[in-house]
Nanobody, 118 residues
Framework: QVQLVESGGGLVQPGGSLRLSCAAS????????MGWYRQAPGKERELVAR???????NYADSVKGRFAISRDNAKNTAYLQMNSLKPEDTAVYYC????????????WGQGTQVTVSS
C-alpha cells in the first residue's frame, strides 16, 4: 500500500512563504511524477505544479515565478516552496504521485490547508 503524507500547511499573511512536503512510502513503488493540486471552496481541483522523472516541471500560470516544486528521489519526497502568497492561494493542497508501472497508478495525499489572510 502506498501512502502520501503531507506537511507544512498553515496560516500565513499575504506576501509570506510556506513550504509543503509530501513523503511517499510503500514497497516496490517507483514514481514517475509527483505534483501538487489545490481545491478552494466552491471550485474544482486544479494543478499547481508537477515534476516528472528527468527533471521537467510545469506550473499553473497563476503561480509561475512564485512557487517552486522540487523532488528528492532518494527519499521519494516532493516539496512545494510557495513565496509571495496571495489570498487567492488559499485552498486545500493535495499531493499527487503517479507510478511508473503499467497499469498506471495514481495516489493522493489527505490534503493540507493553506490559508493566506491578514
Amino acid at each position: 500500500q502506498v501512502q502520501l503524507v503531507e506537511s507544512g500547511g498553515g496560516l500565513v499573511q499575504p506576501g509570506g512563504s510556506l513550504r509543503l512536503s509530501c513523503a511517499a512510502s510503500g514497497s516496490s513503488f517507483s514514481i514517475y511524477a509527483m505534483g501538487w493540486y489545490r481545491q478552494a471552496p466552491g471550485k474544482e481541483r486544479e494543478l499547481v505544479a508537477r515534476a516528472v522523472s528527468g527533471g521537467n516541471t510545469n506550473y499553473a500560470d497563476s503561480v509561475k515565478g512564485r512557487f517552486a516544486i522540487s523532488r528528492d528521489n532518494a527519499k521519494n519526497t516532493a516539496y512545494l516552496q510557495m513565496n509571495s502568497l496571495k489570498p487567492e492561494d488559499t485552498a486545500v493542497y493535495y499531493c499527487n504521485a503517479v507510478g511508473s508501472g503499467v497499469p498506471v497508478t495514481i495516489y493522493w495525499g489527505q490534503g493540507t490547508q493553506v490559508t493566506v489572510s491578514s
